[in-house]
């Protein structure tokens, strides 16, 4: 595609429900990320795929969150029993390679736990 | 370690002012690379510049001018002659050889362009 595409673009759960957030990256781009954006902060590094494993999960906040990239496209992140500290904006981002080429990002999914 | 550092949370200007948003990045690696990306209300982070760590040129783009001093770990943005469009929250952010593949980013600095 054109550019990162995050799906959705708005959600609204109710406390200790699940969700799933879906990003589809640029084609051709090997390397995802995916980052937490609270209101008012800066990025917060959630996870990083090259292809579809994923090196480095240091920055999932809990065991609540999981990732998971298919056939080196596609990445969808999953959090479950949603708690109100979830509520950001989840941004996914993507690039050729890994640290050294500018990210694209993709518009974000805002989430409120309610 | 890797941090980046904006020190400053928010700043005001009037349009046509000029005005430097400041990044102070620490690394241990030696070679390493250094970007600014501008978030506009609408809320997509926009990547602006990328910078190697060989590379101290300054470079200039339009308006946009960027100094990177190895000296004193900086890589400083300035804007001249200001926008209303330019107002959005800026981000610096350091990626190096030997962090994983992670990108650090500061926390941002809010620009607000008053017309």
């Known amino acids: 595609g054109a550019g990162v595409s995050q799906s959705p673009s708005n959600k609204v759960t109710e406390k200790g429900k699940d969700v799933e957030l879906r990003c589809d990256p640029i084609?051709?781009?090997?390397?995802l990320y995916w980052y937490r954006q609270s209101l008012g902060q800066g990025l917060e590094f959630l996870i990083y795929?090259?292809?579809?494993?994923?090196?480095?999960k240091s920055g999932l906040p809990s065991d609540r969150f999981s990732a998971e990239r298919t056939g080196g496209s596609v990445s969808t992140l999953t959090i479950q029993r949603t708690q109100q500290e979830d509520s950001a904006v989840y941004l996914c981002?993507?690039?050729f390679g890994l640290g050294i080429t500018s990210l694209h990002f993709g518009n974000g999914t805002r989430l409120t736990v309610t | 370690a890797q941090k980046v550092t904006q020190a400053q949370t928010e700043i005001s200007v009037v349009e046509k002012e000029d005005v430097t948003l400041d990044c102070v990045y620490e690394t241990r690696d030696t070679t390493y690379y250094l970007f600014w990306y501008k978030q506009p209300p609408s809320g997509e982070l926009v990547f602006l510049i990328r910078r190697n760590s060989f590379d101290e040129q300054n470079e200039i783009s339009g308006r946009y001018s960027w100094n990177f001093q190895k000296s004193t770990s900086s890589f400083n943005f300035t804007i001249t002659a200001s926008q209303v469009v330019d107002s959005a929250v800026y981000f610096c952010?350091?990626?190096?050889?030997?962090?994983?593949?992670?990108?650090?980013f500061g926390t941002g600095t809010s620009l607000t362009v008053i017309p």
């Open positions: 795929f090259q292809g579809n494993s994923a090196p480095d």
């Open positions: 084609s051709g781009h090997t390397a």
């Open positions: 981002a993507s690039s």
């Open positions: 952010a350091l990626s190096g050889s030997n962090t994983g593949n992670q990108f650090y």
